[in-house]
DNA sequence: TATAATATGTATAACGTATATATACAATTT
DNA sequence: AAATTGTATATATACGTTATACATATTATA
């Protein structure tokens, strides 16, 4: 599990923490009782504090996706990951009304905003 | 020019108000020379702070948007359109970044991503 | 097997930055 | 002169991040 936290990107390092690995629970990289990277070991590698790892984690516990055990490590909780889907389509729906509506009304053409998505969607 | 502040946004006051009133000059619903609400009179109408709305107007003077007189108020400027069409290519951009971002969280290709994009422009 | 060493998660207090504020001051209009 | 406008200074509050010490489980070793 490869976390990048990008310091350009305006959103706190606990939140990009949380994003990852949420992102990696609902696409199935990591599966139901996998072990994630002790608070430590990914506080070493990202070069933060370990209190902020755990901020993360402590998130993602509250939501459902993980659980952590003292002496042993956080895990992978058993997931829906069709329910996941579904409601990460209807927020990606809801913002990409407003980016639409916003394009239209600045008159970016809908080729244009196609480019723009598929430029964006490589790009990092 | 009616404003509205949303305290679920996320977002701080300053820049809710700095949005929207960029939005309406983009629109042309706010023509150059007219006249904002005075900061006051703002401040009062939306229950904050008058250093709030000046922090709001500063923010939009220098961007070039608005300029502001001493004990006269506050005024939308005279536009360059190619500084128009940039501002509604940022917003747009923004917003398509925060859309991606999710359809990645998602699991949502490009492809499928891309197509949605064509529906939700096309349609209506 | 017993126990020390190592690895894991947890808790407390403190700091820096950004957001929002109260209040007093200065300039223009009425 | 009175009322309305923008401006400036110092302060309070919330959020993100951190260092350090503590508690529990696993692993190595005698």
Same mark, same amino acid.
């Given at each position: 599990m490869d976390i990048i936290i990008s310091n %350009? %990107?305006?959103?706190p390092i606990y939140e990009q923490i949380v994003l990852q690995i949420k992102e990696g629970i609902i696409t199935g990289r990591l599966k139901p009782g996998e072990a994630l990277p002790s608070m430590r070991n990914l506080a070493m590698q990202l070069r933060i504090s370990i209190i902020t790892t755990k901020r993360a984690y402590e998130e993602l516990e509250r939501e459902g996706f993980i659980e952590s055990f003292t002496g042993k490590g956080s895990f992978v909780k058993a997931q829906d990951p069709e329910l996941l889907r579904e409601e990460g389509f209807r927020q990606t729906e809801r913002l990409l009304i407003q980016a639409v509506e916003k394009a239209k009304q600045s008159g970016i053409g809908q080729e244009e905003l196609t480019e723009l998505v598929k430029l964006l969607y490589e790009g990092e």
């Open positions: %350009s %990107s305006g959103k």
